[in-house]
């Protein structure tokens, strides 16, 4: 009931200013933009929409930042945590009512991409299983990095010092499983730490579910980033008044 | 209604509030002074639950706010220090978002929201976003916050401070008002607003009581019966500390 009540009034507040629009705006046209001209949609034929869904976490790790950044260094910098801190409700249902608004925001993003969907069907038949675990695959790199946002949020009252620490740790993430990175990786360490460094990547998990393949160690996987995250945001918080 | 035993709070190595209780009944209107950095926001902030006691405790209603802080808050309203507030919000919005914070629904929301309004005159920019409000409104509108739900014990840290004379003057009958049937804590620096509002009312010193009573009994204890110069008298200045 409660988480319901912060997660409206965290919803609303991204509806009331630009923020959640120019974010939507930004996310459907880079998305489409870039599938359409460096993933050369049109010209390879394919009904699978790979390039589409490949250029997602690359926009996530800046935008992700971007929606998630306000979360509580805002609330610090405000003053309103004093509010939130005396209201009669736990800090859990204050962290997932803000950490699922920022995710709704993101899955209205995402969807409103529904256009590509309806193209690739219209052409041909593709597989929309893989479209639709894709999709999935797509919203929950998303929600990770929102959740790592929320962590680096709690530290700071800044949402400038929150948005370039958060966007660098989110680019290492993508950067750490992206093959060029992990083959020069390899080469210059061994194949083990590269496997290692890749294994805190989001790329290989994504990949499977991009394929369409639901396996349970991939929601493992996110579930674990995002419950870490969420946690740590928790004490944080918490370590922050005592 | 109030009762604080034997509350500390360290930051570091920094000791900002040193064994202080005190207790406030039903009824009573408690001025709590001292000068800035003596400690009163600190034991307002851990009476409401807002931050942990390093040792001791605090009971509200009975209900110790360290053991089962989720219904001790229940009963507490209150007013932090700088009035914060939802920019982005109207002052009809945010209220109705703590109303259903407080649990309270339907016609019982309305009539609430609508009696916090009346009680703190904002009738006249309740459909107004926070962020156009004037420093009077804005901290008016934080008060509705705090009455919203009735509560028992109100908590109010400098609840007149930024308020021009008028509203000053109208926040302290409110206070008188609310007073005869609730626990009041408010902290002031402003000494005539403890003659003209509380109970009774305690100087806090670097964390601790220096001195406790009732306006009269203060004055009485004052060189010169002037409640500055016993305030003067009991409590260092910045230069001095």
Redesign the interface.
């Given at each position: 009931m409660n988480t319901l009540t912060i997660y409206l009034r965290e919803l609303k507040s991204y509806f009331a200013q630009p923020t959640a629009y120019a974010l939507i705006v930004i996310f459907v046209f880079l998305s489409l933009g870039l599938t359409f001209t460096f993933g050369a949609f049109m010209r390879t034929g394919d009904l699978s929409l790979f390039y589409f869904f490949f250029y997602h976490p690359w926009l996530y790790m800046l935008l992700a930042p971007a929606i998630s950044m306000k979360l509580w260094a805002d609330e610090q910098r405000n003053g309103t945590i004093e509010l939130l801190g005396t209201f009669p409700v736990s800090t859990w249902s204050i962290i997932a009512g803000k950490f699922l608004a920022a995710a709704t925001v993101s899955l209205v993003a995402l969807l409103l991409t529904f256009p590509m969907v309806i193209t690739v069907n219209f052409l041909g038949n593709p597989d929309n299983v893989a479209i639709i675990s894709s999709y999935i695959g797509s919203f929950l790199v998303c929600c990770t990095f929102i959740a790592i946002t929320m962590l680096v949020s709690a530290f700071t009252r800044d949402q400038v010092v929150c948005l370039i620490v958060s966007v660098t740790i989110c680019t290492i993430m993508v950067l750490c499983g992206y093959e060029p990175v992990t083959t020069e990786l390899a080469k210059a360490t061994s194949p083990g730490t590269a496997e290692a460094v890749a294994s805190l990547s989001v790329w290989s998990q994504f990949a499977s579910l991009e394929r369409g393949m639901f396996r349970l160690q991939d929601f493992i996987w996110f579930a674990s980033f995002i419950s870490i995250s969420l946690i740590g945001t928790s004490t944080i918080l918490s370590a922050k008044r005592a | 209604m109030i009762e604080v035993v034997n509350i500390s709070k360290h930051f570091g190595t920094k000791l900002a509030v040193d064994n202080l209780s005190f207790t406030v009944k039903k009824g009573e209107v408690l001025g709590f002074l001292g000068p800035n950095g003596a400690g009163k926001s600190t034991t307002m902030?851990m009476v409401?639950?807002?931050?942990?006691p390093s040792s001791g405790d605090a009971k509200v209603c009975g209900i110790s706010i360290t053991e089962n802080p989720?219904?001790a808050?229940?009963k507490?309203g209150?007013l932090?220090e700088?009035a914060?507030?939802?920019?982005?919000?109207t002052v009809i919005?945010f209220l109705n978002?703590?109303a259903?914070?407080?649990?309270l629904s339907g016609s019982a929301k309305n009539d609430a929201v609508e009696k916090a309004i009346e009680t703190c005159f904002l009738t006249s920019v309740a459909h107004q976003s926070i962020d156009t409000l004037s420093k009077g409104y804005r901290h008016r509108t934080?008060l509705a916050?705090a009455l919203l739900h009735d509560p028992e014990v109100l908590i109010l840290d400098e609840p007149t401070d930024g308020l021009d004379p008028n509203q000053k003057y109208e926040v302290r009958q409110l206070i008188k008002r609310l007073g005869k049937d609730k626990a009041i804590l408010f902290s002031t620096h402003i000494l005539e607003e403890v003659e003209a509002a509380c109970t009774r009312a305690v100087i806090v010193d670097r964390g601790r009581i220096v001195a406790d009573g009732t306006p009269a009994e203060l004055i009485a204890q004052a060189p010169n019966s002037s409640l500055t110069e016993l305030f003067r008298k009991v409590t260092t200045t910045d230069t001095a500390a």
């Open positions: - | 902030r409401t639950g807002f931050l942990p989720y219904e808050k229940t507490i209150y932090p700088s914060p507030l939802y920019n982005d919000m919005g978002f703590c259903n914070v407080r649990k934080c916050q």
